[in-house]
């Protein structure tokens, strides 16, 4: 995986690490998406089909409770939750969908470790009639089986990946092995803004749908637009999608929150760019910040939001991060699951643990804005598919004995 092909660069970071049998396929995708995206009526179908199928435009809500409870700036929420199958993810798997379509391939295949990004994969592959088959670590699968029961049920196949640790890592070298033997029919849907060029592009172009529209909306309902925008960053999707909306505007301060995990010194969270133990490294086909040993292997990475819990980040981001045009920081589990419960009881809302990363940083800050500012805070994705973890965090009697109950109902 030594051959560089040098476009794709943002600053230092990025390119295109890629084994040579893929050239051919990695050009035509080049070529495909530059067409797609020159061609107004692409933008114009994905549009279309996302308002249709999906929930765009999402809103985006006034928390007046949550600017009242800190008594700083008004927050204002982009609701990306309201996305089928629950996240921002949905962007980016209809988009890479229509360009399937017009490439002529029949075939999908993407890697997932929560499983939420194969379940967007699946419904997509199922909406526009391909193939799919989605590369899942063997521990993984045990841990998501909600998950992987939708993407079957939607005609996915879900292909246990049993070798190194059986998580996300093993299941991303899995499907580029994968791509190289049915690279002529086949897709790589891959989840992030991370990866060979052009996937950071690509992938952050149909993600900045999120961005286009909060600047609208907020220049709508405020009548100005915010002074901070707070967005959760695994790989950095979501986090590049609203972002770009606002990057021209140099009044607005972008901050992006990585997992601190138990502790950003504890040797036991995500955080590749507010960590001190990241440095810059070539993996999975681009260079980036990568939580890594002084031997290159890649550490082991704890988040209590499995959306976060990766050992590398946006190439993209790791630019803006140096050039000091986004600020980063992060949030602890424990500092999450706060920021969940006063979300919960003031606003109603329901945000996912990835998204509540967000939130943490936006409340430590609030009270240093004026009442006659707005701050956005992206929420990525709902809260539904945490249950188990958050109810286990809270350590709720009522939810033990009922878990119990139902075990023993299901196991008779
Ligand atoms: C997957 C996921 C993330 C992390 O991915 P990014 O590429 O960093 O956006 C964040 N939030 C939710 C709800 C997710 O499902």
Same mark, same amino acid.
């Given at each position: 995986m030594n051959q560089t092909i040098k476009t794709g660069y943002y600053g230092d970071w990025g390119g295109a690490f890629i084994p040579e049998v893929l050239y051919e396929t990695f050009r035509e995708l080049n070529i495909a998406f530059k067409e797609a995206k020159a061609d107004p009526a692409f933008r114009q179908e994905y549009l279309s089909l996302m308002g249709t199928y999906s929930c765009r435009p999402t809103p985006l809500t006034h928390a007046e409770n949550l600017s009242s409870h800190f008594g700083g700036a008004q927050f204002y929420i982009k609701r990306e939750d309201l996305n089928h199958t629950g996240a921002h993810k949905a962007n980016n798997v209809m988009g890479q969908g229509l360009l399937v379509k017009r490439m002529g391939k029949k075939r999908v295949i993407a890697e997932t470790g929560a499983g939420q990004h194969g379940v967007a994969t699946a419904t997509m592959a199922a909406k526009m009639g391909f193939d799919c088959t989605i590369y899942m670590g063997e521990e993984d699968i045990m841990r998501q089986r909600p998950n992987v029961f939708w993407m079957e049920k939607m005609g996915a196949t879900v292909v246990s990946v049993t070798s190194g640790t059986k998580t996300l890592k093993d299941a991303i070298n899995e499907a580029f092995r994968d791509w190289v033997t049915n690279m002529e029919d086949t897709h790589y849907v891959l989840g992030?803004?991370? +990866?060979?060029?052009p996937f950071p592009e690509m992938v952050a172009w149909f993600q900045s749908i999120i961005g286009q529209e909060a600047r609208k909306q907020i220049l709508n309902q405020f009548g100005k637009l915010p002074s901070r925008v707070y967005a959760c960053v695994g790989g950095g999707s979501n986090a590049m999608g609203i972002f770009q909306g606002f990057l021209q505007d140099r009044t607005v301060e972008l901050i992006g929150v990585e997992a601190g995990g138990k502790g950003i010194n504890s040797g036991h969270h995500a955080s590749r760019l507010t960590g001190k133990d990241a440095s810059a490294g070539v993996a999975q086909g681009y260079k980036t910040m990568f939580l890594q040993n002084d031997d290159g292997q890649m550490r082991d990475t704890h988040s209590v939001a499995a959306g976060l819990d990766y050992v590398g980040v946006s190439p993209i981001l790791a630019d803006l991060w140096q050039k000091g045009l986004v600020r980063f920081s992060s949030a602890t589990d424990k500092e999450v699951m706060e920021a969940l419960d006063l979300t919960m009881k003031r606003e109603g809302l329901i945000p996912a643990l990835e998204s509540s990363h967000a939130f943490v940083q936006a409340f430590k800050e609030? +009270?240093?804005? +004026?009442?006659d500012e707005a701050l956005i805070i992206n929420m990525s994705g709902r809260g539904d598919k945490d249950i188990f973890t958050i109810a286990h965090a809270f350590d709720d009697p009522s939810w033990k004995e009922f878990i119990r109950k139902k075990g023993a109902e299901y196991a008779a």
């Open positions: 992030t803004v991370c +990866g060979p060029h609030a +009270g240093e804005l +004026g009442s």
